[in-house]
């Protein structure tokens, strides 16, 4: 039995139950000689006489534990138009790595925006949030400018938050898209 900071007393079984997501979870490394992820598990309950059972302390998985990306094509296009682009994560690196190759027709113009932010260089620019929360983030990845054919948005994944993190600002991401500013 437990007793809570009101009085009232609750089972250990209730308690397990309801706190089974009660461990502090943090993934610490990617062992490279197995290339699996391992992180430990600490049960909460244990200090109030509820020790956690049925579940392992070390917890493996063999891919990348961020959190896939929220749809938030809806959110961020406003009334332009968005890309739907693959990502492909990179599982061969000691670090989950992240991106997608964005829509370029190899000419000055679509998807180049000109636009309030970009007069001076025309971008290719993505729209993202942030975890709880709705504001629209803009970020110019690359100047049309730019001779390279490979328009490339990276991440990486946080082992702690488990959320993507875009490569040139460090901000957790939770769902993005490329977007077309002049297009309707």
Request: proline share 3%.
């Amino acid at each position: 039995m437990w007793t809570d900071s009101e009085g009232s007393q609750w089972s250990c079984n209730f308690l397990l139950s309801f706190w089974w997501n009660g461990f502090r979870m943090e993934w610490i490394f990617r062992d490279t000689v197995t290339n699996i992820f391992k992180r430990t598990r600490k049960c909460v309950s244990k200090q109030i006489g509820c020790p956690c059972t049925g579940s392992a302390l070390i917890q493996t998985q063999s891919t990348c534990p961020c959190k896939e990306f929220e749809d938030v094509s809806s959110i961020v296009r406003f009334s332009h138009r968005t890309y739907d682009l693959p990502f492909i994560v990179d599982q061969s690196t000691a670090n989950c790595y992240g991106y997608s190759d964005l829509h370029f027709d190899g000419t000055v113009g679509r998807p180049c925006n000109d636009y309030p932010t970009y007069k001076t260089f025309r971008a290719t620019v993505i729209r993202y949030l942030k975890p709880n929360n709705d504001t629209v983030q803009d970020f110019r990845v690359f100047d049309c400018q730019s001779t390279s054919r490979t328009k490339r948005v990276t991440f990486y994944c946080d082992l702690k938050s488990e959320y993507w993190r875009l490569e040139g600002t460090n901000e957790e991401v939770r769902g993005w898209n490329q977007i077309d500013i002049r297009s309707n």
